[in-house]
């Protein structure tokens, strides 16, 4: 059975810093694309991801590029999302989740997904 499971959300103040973590089980990662997604209070998920990556190389959103890097430890088959110089507008929800044949870093793609972890940033 495919499993996502993400921690390392919390609150935190404009400017810090906190390191996401998607840990797998079911699924191996030089099989799958992992992507990062976001969801701001009130609103849909997004439809493009935050970061996204798998053996064909990552992807970071426009939003983000430079602030958030993502990475992956294949022995540990765990996902990171490292989120530097955090805005208040980068407060919601992330879902981490995963596509056995990755294309494109789109929530369209994804089959497996993850219950989400919660960032808050104040200002």
């Known amino acids: 059975q495919s499993q996502l499971v993400e921690s390392g959300g919390g609150s935190i103040q404009s400017g810090g810093s906190l390191r996401l973590a998607c840990s797998l089980s079911?699924?191996?990662?030089?099989?799958?694309?992992i992507g990062w997604f976001h969801q701001a209070p009130g609103k849909e998920r997004d439809h493009e991801g935050t970061a996204c990556i798998s053996d064909k190389g990552l992807t970071i959103g426009e939003s983000v590029k430079g602030r958030f890097t993502i990475s992956r430890d294949i022995a540990k088959n765990t996902v990171y999302l490292q989120m530097n110089n955090l805005k208040p507008d980068d407060t919601g929800i992330y879902y981490c989740?995963?596509?056995?044949?990755?294309?494109?870093?789109?929530?369209?793609?994804?089959?497996?997904w993850g219950q989400g972890t919660q960032v808050t940033v104040s200002s």
């Open positions: 079911g699924i191996t990662l030089d099989q799958y694309g």
């Open positions: 989740a995963a596509v056995n044949r990755y294309y494109y870093c789109s929530a369209y793609e994804f089959d497996y």
